[in-house]
């Protein structure tokens, strides 16, 4: 009779674990992160995570976690895909940054032309979310312009009308591509985030190939081509080699 009682009160305590919420468990990590307990926090933020819930907030405390850990590879992915979710937050850059720091590799990126980082770095001011919400906004105010001009019967008024407007469709149109550029990098998984302390990378997608260089833990690749257990990998540098998939994970 003790043992059946027993069963039921372990059925009923890992009932109750279960129920937690993403909000206990977000609480929970939190409290825990207070403490100095980073393992209990980060297994409170990834229980979450596992639920199938992301955010930029996720992502950000778990990166702090494994910071604070000295998980230098752990860190810069999680920091990374927080950074994906809000491109905006100087917060989430910063400390991407400051973990980049203490890694080991420092890595050259190839200069690149000067119209393509300025473009780059308008759509990245903003997630893709804030850009649908502003093309929609412009979209409303072209829209009330061109109104205005048809109905106005001044001309200086109809003249100023018709700027407006054009400009506030042009914006939209701007706004809606930046809006698609931000979606594509959302769902773009080419980059990976180097997991082991040293790792050797091979000409050749064979572990007797020749080696060519070797990279350490945190060193952000981009993943060209899959070929079985091997991927032929890429350096902000152009440097490029084969390295098994176990040895990094994506962002």
Request: glycine share 6%; with cysteine.
């Amino acid at each position: 009779m003790k043992r059946i009682v027993y069963i039921i009160l372990l059925i009923f305590s890992a009932g109750v674990v279960q129920a937690q919420t993403p909000e206990e468990m977000w609480t929970k990590g939190n409290e825990a992160y207070a403490a100095g307990d980073y393992a209990e926090a980060a297994a409170a933020y990834h229980a979450i995570e596992n639920t199938g819930y992301v955010s930029a907030d996720l992502y950000y405390n778990l990166g702090n976690v494994y910071y604070k850990q000295q998980s230098l590879g752990k860190a810069v992915l999680y920091y990374e895909r927080a950074l994906k979710l809000h491109p905006e937050d100087k917060d989430i850059a910063y400390n991407l940054e400051m973990a980049r720091s203490m890694t080991t590799d420092k890595i050259e990126t190839v200069p690149e032309f000067f119209v393509t980082t300025w473009i780059r770095n308008i759509h990245s001011m903003a997630g893709a979310d804030t850009w649908a919400w502003l093309s929609i906004l412009l979209l409303a105010a072209g829209l009330l312009f061109a109104g205005l001009f048809f109905f106005a019967r001044r001309v200086a008024l109809r003249k100023i009308s018709f700027f407006i407007a054009l400009l506030s469709v042009l914006l939209c149109a701007g706004s809606f591509w930046c809006a698609g550029q931000q979606k594509s990098a959302l769902s773009d998984r080419s980059e990976a985030i180097i997991f082991p302390a040293v790792v050797t990378v091979k000409s050749s997608p064979d572990s007797n190939g020749k080696d060519l260089f070797i990279l350490h833990e945190g060193t952000k690749v981009v993943v060209l081509e899959t070929l079985g257990d091997w991927l032929r990998i890429q350096l902000a540098d152009g440097r490029q080699g084969w390295l098994m998939q176990n040895t990094m994970e994506r962002i």
